[in-house]
């Protein structure tokens, strides 16, 4: 029995010695430059982390459009899951896309996305 911790371990250690990350920069406002990134790069990403938001609510009113691209970038979305890229979403304790006024509050209990679209 003591060998099996000892196989995982390995097993996990020469998994982690084969994984390659790369950090993008996408501007997710502008469609262009996203289709312009998922031509170049969509079919070389197994697992794609969103984590560009804008969670100020002064800052998502202030301008809708820009809060909108962030936090629900469909474009990007779309392409990844074209690809068939695992997303990983971060996110704050609220979502906003700019155009709502009521403020979405998630807790722990919450076991789903809150789609805003």
């Known amino acids: 029995m003591e ?5 995982v371990s390995a097993m996990v250690q020469e998994a982690a010695n084969n994984v390659q990350v790369q950090v993008h920069k996408v501007d997710l406002a502008n469609d262009t ?5 998922l031509d170049q790069f969509g079919n070389k990403v197994h697992v794609g982390i969103h984590a560009a938001v ?3 609510l002064g800052a998502c009113q202030a301008d809708p459009k820009k809060a909108h691209a962030l936090n ?3 474009v990007f979305l ?3 899951a074209q690809h068939k890229v695992t997303v990983i979403g971060l ?3 609220h979502v906003c896309n700019g155009t709502h006024r009521k403020r979405v509050k998630r807790t722990r209990k919450t076991t789903k996305s809150i789609p805003l679209t």
């Open 3 to 7: 060998e099996f911790p000892q196989a």
């Open 33 to 37: 430059d996203v289709q312009t990134w």
């Open 54 to 56: 804008i969670s100020n």
């Open 72 to 74: 629900i970038p469909n």
């Open 78 to 80: 779309k392409g990844l």
């Open 91 to 93: 996110s704050a304790d």
